[in-house]
């Protein structure tokens, strides 16, 4: 069997979505409306047309990676890969 490669690391820059705390109707000027810019750091588990999966964590044999979060591409500002 052959060996599997082992996760890159990467660091992800991108924006996220923001809404008001508690999602109730809110006065515009008690509500920054800005998305906030997020940086992620951890392994590339898979690449889509459309969007890149991350884990914070992965286990020895990669089999059940943790802290998962899929990243749409149109989403990211940077992506880059650490050694």
Do not use: E, Q
């Amino acid at each position: 069997m052959a060996k599997k490669k082992k996760p890159r690391r990467v660091v992800v820059k991108w924006v996220d979505s923001i809404g008001p705390a508690g999602g109730y109707w809110k006065h515009l000027d008690d509500f920054d409306p800005r998305p906030p810019v997020i940086t992620t750091r951890g392994f590339l588990i898979k690449k889509g047309k459309s969007y890149v999966v991350i884990a914070s964590s992965v286990s020895r044999n990669d089999v059940s990676p943790g802290g998962i979060i899929s990243i749409p591409k149109c989403s990211i500002l940077k992506c880059r890969t650490k050694r």
